[in-house]
């Protein structure tokens, strides 16, 4: 479990690294990509390995953070009521998913 928790977490660093690289909202959306393949790796170590109580649970939630973060972020390219809708459907999907997750929760 460790060594996968850390494999997820080198992985980000090196991802992290190449956003560092860029600028303006390209490397917003990068950080926020990298950010999101932690959060899955993370998941997938907690589902293989310690998939006890709540674990799975959190695990899956922070995923769906890292996913909105991710799609608000690229909302802000948009401008104005492209801009707002994007948002709203980003906030609708983190929420259907977070609803879904509770429905799962064991």
Do not use: P, W
């Amino acid at each position: 479990h460790k060594a996968a928790m850390d494999k997820a977490k080198a992985d980000y660093k090196v991802a992290k690294d190449k956003c560092d690289k860029m600028s303006g909202d390209a490397e917003d959306v990068c950080e926020k990509e990298a950010k999101l393949m932690r959060a899955k790796g993370e998941h997938d170590a907690v589902v293989k390995f310690d998939n006890t109580g709540n674990n799975v649970y959190k695990a899956r939630n922070e995923v769906i953070d890292a996913e909105y973060q991710l799609a608000d972020e690229k909302c802000d390219s948009l401008k104005g009521d492209a801009e707002d809708k994007c948002e709203m459907q980003a906030k609708q999907a983190r929420d259907t998913a977070r609803d879904g997750n509770k429905m799962n929760r064991t």
